[in-house]
């Protein structure tokens, strides 16, 4: 899925009027994953996951340490262990 990065949001787009979004702020080295949302009638169909990976890609080509902050990005990667060098340890 291709995403696209606008206001400090990752979003990938769903349809016409639909996107799935995953906003986030930085401090120094850091990001924090704010929030995600996906549209209910989207939900469950993985779209959350590429959310997460948009995120990391995004977080590697800055240089940035990442700190899940929303439940969604929280349990991504209590999920997905093989991401942990991606986090800010601290």
Known sequence: MEYE?????????????NY???TYH???DRIFLDSTF???QYRGKGIGGELMK???AHSKSKG???IP????SVEY??????????????
């Not at 990752?10 to 016409?16: A, C, Q, S």
């Not at 902050?69 to 969604?72: E, G, P």
């Open 5 to 17: 990065i606008k206001d400090n949001a990752i979003r990938i787009k769903l349809d016409n009027r």
């Open 20 to 22: 799935a979004n995953v």
């Open 26 to 28: 930085i401090e120094d």
């Open 38 to 40: 996906t549209p209910k």
């Open 54 to 56: 948009a995120a990391m």
């Open 64 to 66: 940035l340490k990442i």
């Open 69 to 72: 902050v929303c439940s969604f």
């Open 77 to 90: 990667f209590k999920k997905h262990p093989e991401y942990n060098s991606l986090l800010h340890k601290g």
